[in-house]
DNA sequence: CAAATATAATTGATATATCAATAATATTCA
DNA sequence: TGAATATTATTGATATATCAATTATATTTG
């Protein structure tokens, strides 16, 4: 390579140290309160618990993964008793998802510990920085999906 | 859940969806351009070819992977030819890694793109904005590993 | 209506993420 | 020195990421 360029310096490499940072950090934290489901499950359990009529497509495309990781997703929690799936009255291609009651409880249980580790994240941040930092995140996901 | 919250004002959501969006489209525009591996192979073949000396648990920290992940892409990175492994002359634990050369001119055949790929996904954000979306970055990585 | 097309979900293959256990070798220190 | 400990890397198991192919059902359209 010509130039030599700095990891450190690269903007999307210090992106990827923060969210991966992050995601180990609130993971242990669930964890530690000896909850017994990964973040990515809870992301789909809470987009399940907001639209219970959702496509596995629609949630696939809410929570930014692919179909096929989203089947494999759903069966595990339809295995763990989290997620009840019924024939879809009208459409046969379709699955109606519905939170079990364990998994709604689970979500209300876990609610203080996920808002805490947010707080934690963001720790010494100001509501100004975080506004404009949200505002470029926006930006990029915009360019990158342009 | 007691309280309703929406996912779009969630910042690590935001996160979470900039980064794969960047992963994305940054991942497309290699593969349109006739490069066959993937970012993180890159990541880590950039890592080998600024120290080549450093051991694979080394790597596994400045590329944020875990040990078995860096065991195993180096393996697939050897049998591609690009990453030359030998026994590491004084401990008899390690390996030395070394770039091949195919992986140092592909290396510096995907500059040009990757660099491009970073400026459009920052197009139309500021210098200023950058620079300070990087400190957000920094601080969030501190406070989820002190 | 029937054929073409679109949609929803699954499945297979391969790569990566994470945790735990193991093996080989080095280092430390009693 | 030799036993305990630490380090380096691998391997196994399970979850997720991604692409491609497939199946089943719906919708569109000639």
Same mark, same amino acid.
């Given at each position: 390579?010509?130039?030599?360029?700095n990891l450190?310096?690269i903007l999307f490499y210090?992106?990827?140290?923060?969210?991966?940072?992050y995601?180990?950090f609130?993971?242990? &934290?669930?964890?530690? !309160?000896? /909850?017994e489901?990964t973040?990515d499950?809870?992301? +789909? =359990?809470?987009?399940?618990y907001d639209?219970p009529g959702?496509?596995q497509?629609?949630i696939? &495309?809410t929570?930014? !993964?692919d /179909?096929?990781s989203v089947?494999?997703?759903?069966e +595990? =929690?339809?295995?763990?008793k989290y997620?009840?799936r019924?024939p879809?009255p009208?459409?046969r291609?379709?699955?109606?998802?519905k939170l079990?009651?364990?998994?709604v409880?689970?979500l209300?249980n876990m609610q203080?510990v996920?808002?805490?580790?947010?707080?934690?994240?963001l720790?010494?941040?100001?509501?100004?920085q975080i506004?404009?930092f949200?505002?470029v995140?926006?930006?990029?996901?915009?360019?990158c999906?342009a």
């Amino acid at each position: 390579m010509s130039e030599q360029e700095n990891l450190e310096d690269i903007l999307f490499y210090s992106l990827e140290r923060s969210i991966k940072s992050y995601r180990q950090f609130a993971q242990q &934290q669930l964890v530690k !309160k000896g /909850f017994e489901i990964t973040i990515d499950q809870w992301l +789909l =359990l809470k987009t399940v618990y907001d639209n219970p009529g959702q496509t596995q497509n629609q949630i696939a &495309q809410t929570i930014f !993964k692919d /179909f096929a990781s989203v089947t494999r997703m759903v069966e +595990l =929690l339809v295995e763990g008793k989290y997620i009840i799936r019924n024939p879809h009255p009208t459409d046969r291609r379709r699955f109606h998802l519905k939170l079990s009651e364990l998994a709604v409880n689970l979500l209300d249980n876990m609610q203080l510990v996920i808002e805490n580790n947010r707080r934690i994240a963001l720790n010494n941040i100001s509501k100004q920085q975080i506004l404009q930092f949200h505002q470029v995140l926006d930006l990029i996901y915009n360019n990158c999906t342009a």
